[in-house]
């Protein structure tokens, strides 16, 4: 069965520090995907994006994240300068329609020390 | 605004037992939603969906059952199993016009399976 594949699996990285977080989405996806989840709490939207543009963000989804799908399969999560509350898990989805069948990847887990 | 939250945080059920988990949505806009199982340090496992044309879909073991009139929206596990135990999420889209396929997320219950 297809898999959203995202690397690394755990990140630690100094307050301050650029971080990057990588996905695969499933090949004939077009509809991608980046969301949060705090430890402990819900899963948040942070941004989605379509056609090589960023189609919708979130109010987390600030000046200092930024999305790229650099070469056609890969799809980045950049965060510029990190803070200690963006330590989280990070999740990349995708989805054939952006309506439905979406697949989510396993994870990144960030930690900003 | 927009929310999705569950009536239950947490939920102990025994092994062979049937669950409920149950979900409350406020947004009347949305015509689709999906229940997901999320084990520790794993991404949101698709269980079961469900489009607001319909009340009720069953797949293996699970049925969800969602009722408009009052925003309501849940999740049947029958014979459940140790292997069933984790966070369990609501989440809506409330789809069309700009929302590319954005996903609400309820705030989840914790299912524990006794054996």
């Known amino acids: 069965e297809p898999e959203v594949t995202q690397t690394p699996s755990h990140q630690v990285t100094q307050m301050g520090q650029e971080v990057i977080l990588r996905c695969v989405p499933i090949?004939?996806?077009?509809?991608f995907y980046w969301y949060r989840q705090i430890l402990g709490q819900k899963v948040e939207f942070l941004v989605s994006f379509y056609n090589n543009e960023i189609s919708e963000k979130s109010e987390i989804f600030d000046d200092q994240f930024s999305v790229e799908r650099p070469d056609g399969s890969n799809f980045t999560l950049k965060i510029r300068s990190t803070k200690l509350e963006d330590s989280a898990m990070y999740f990349c989805a995708s989805s054939p329609t952006g309506r439905y069948g979406y697949t989510f990847g396993s994870g990144t887990r960030l930690t900003v020390v | 605004g927009e929310s999705v939250g569950l009536h239950l945080p947490t939920l102990s059920v025994q092994e062979g037992d049937n669950s409920i988990i149950n979900c409350a949505y406020s947004?009347?806009?949305?015509?689709?939603f999906i229940w997901y199982k999320q084990e520790s340090g794993k991404g949101p496992q698709f269980i079961i969906d469900i489009r607001s044309n319909m009340d009720k879909r069953q797949g293996q073991r699970v049925t969800v059952l969602l009722n408009k009139t009052v925003k309501h929206l849940s999740l049947q596990i029958a014979a459940t199993q140790p292997g069933d135990s984790a966070v369990y999420f609501c989440?809506?889209?409330?789809?069309?016009?700009?929302?590319?396929?954005?996903?609400?997320f309820g705030q989840g219950t914790i299912l524990t399976v006794h054996p």
């Open positions: 090949s004939n996806h077009l509809y």
């Open positions: 989440a809506e889209n409330s789809g069309g016009g700009t929302s590319y396929g954005k996903l609400t």
């Open positions: 947004n009347s806009a949305s015509d689709y």
